[in-house]
C-alpha cells in the first residue's frame, strides 16, 4: 500500500495511550516512551488556517491524537490535532491513506515582508 501523490517519506513517533492524567485531568508528563515507526511515503498540504493536512500510509494505523509526524531528514515535525481518519476503499488497497490534521511545531512565522532566498 502507498499513499497516491506522496511528496516524502514519514514516520509517526506514537505515544503511549492513554497519558495518565492528575486530579484535574490534565496530562502528567512522564517518560517518553514513544515508539517510533519504519519511514513509509506520504503527503502534506498546509491549509490556508496555518494547519496542516496529512495523508499517511496505513501501515501505521492507529494513529491519535497528541502523536507526532516528522519527516526523514527531520525539517517539519508535526502534532496531530485531529482525530485521524482512515480511508479505504474495499478491494483497492492502493488508494487507502490515513487523513490526518495537524500543526507544525513550531509554527512557522509570517513576519510580514519577504524573505530572500539567495
Given amino acids: 500500500m502507498a499513499v497516491l501523490l506522496a511528496d516524502g517519506l514519514y514516520q509517526v513517533r506514537k505515544r503511549q495511550h492513554p497519558a495518565e492524567r492528575d486530579a484535574h485531568g490534565t496530562p502528567i508528563p512522564g517518560p517518553d516512551n514513544a515508539s ?3 519511514p513509509l511515503p506520504g503527503a502534506a498540504v498546509e491549509q490556508p488556517d496555518g494547519a496542516w493536512k496529512l495523508r499517511l500510509d496505513p501501515a501505521v494505523w492507529p494513529v491519535r491524537v497528541q502523536d507526532t509526524v516528522v519527516t526523514v531528514d527531520g525539517i517539519r515535525t508535526w502534532t496531530v490535532t485531529g482525530i485521524p481518519r482512515l480511508h479505504e476503499v474495499p478491494n483497492v488497497p492502493d488508494v487507502d491513506y490515513i487523513e490526518v490534521h ?9 513576519r510580514g515582508y519577504p524573505v530572500p532566498t539567495a
Fill in 36 to 38: 517510533v515507526t519504519d
Fill in 102 to 110: 495537524a500543526r507544525i511545531v513550531p509554527p512557522e512565522v509570517d
